[in-house]
């Protein structure tokens, strides 16, 4: 059974970097059939899709985003990371990793919390 | 703003049958699957349905989806207390090249 784990700090400053780890276990991040992404949910909010990776390379990201995030692979490790730069509080969310093809993610991390803050 | 619009709520009785909607735009649901997830209160979204209409194992068939051109449905018949909960739509969207949302349906079940 797949299984994904978010894991980094839990409380970043404004105009830091966010920065989180995916790790994958109970299979291969190295396929080539799916994506691996971000998707973030503010406090009492939706949900929103910050960016992928696919076949360790190509990547996307949202736009409105700014291009602010960037999404890498560690096959070795079976990891995929985000950072997301000059952080400010609408960053506050809850960050969940989740396996993907386009827009139907089938496995997703329980999640874990960010807050933006001094 | 969300590129997939939902009501915002939604609700019925135990044993009725609810419809959820979705709409879209040809660069998204006009082109492409729509999956629908469902979230409980402090955990991570499950898929509920993907493909317009499939459901992953373990899905009951009271739950189903459509679509028809640029809209989507989720319909949840013998309505229970246990899927009152808030559900997503979601599909890619080709202009945008990106993975995108509806903003949320909290149904109550009353």
């Known amino acids: 059974q797949m299984q994904l784990q978010e894991s980094g700090p839990g409380l970043v400053k404004p105009s830091e970097t966010l920065s989180l780890t995916c790790t994958v276990s109970?299979?291969?991040?190295?396929?080539?059939?799916?994506?691996w992404g971000w998707i973030r949910q503010p406090p009492g909010k939706g949900l929103e899709w910050i960016g992928s990776i696919y076949y360790s390379v190509n990547t996307f990201h949202n736009p409105s985003l700014n291009r602010r995030g960037t999404i890498s692979v560690d096959t070795s490790k079976n990891q995929f990371s985000l950072n997301l730069r000059s952080v400010t509080a609408a960053d506050t969310a809850v960050y969940y990793c989740v396996r993907h093809v386009l827009g139907q993610g089938d496995y997703w991390g329980q999640g874990t919390l960010v807050t933006v803050s001094s | 703003q969300s590129v997939l619009t939902q009501s915002p709520s939604a609700s019925g009785t135990p044993g009725q049958r609810v419809t959820i909607s979705c709409s879209g735009s040809s660069s998204n649901i006009g082109s492409n699957t729509v999956n629908w997830y469902h979230q409980l209160p402090g955990t991570a979204p499950k898929l509920l349905i993907y493909s317009d209409s499939q459901r992953p194992s373990g899905v009951p068939d009271r739950i189903s989806g459509s679509k028809s051109g640029t809209s989507a449905s989720l319909a949840i018949s013998g309505l229970q207390p246990e899927d009152e909960a808030d559900y997503y739509c979601?599909?890619?969207?080709?202009?945008?090249?990106?993975?995108?949302f509806g903003g949320g349906t909290k149904l109550t079940v009353l």
């Open positions: 979601a599909t890619w969207d080709d202009s945008l090249n990106a993975w995108v």
């Open positions: 109970g299979g291969s991040i190295s396929s080539s059939t799916y994506y």
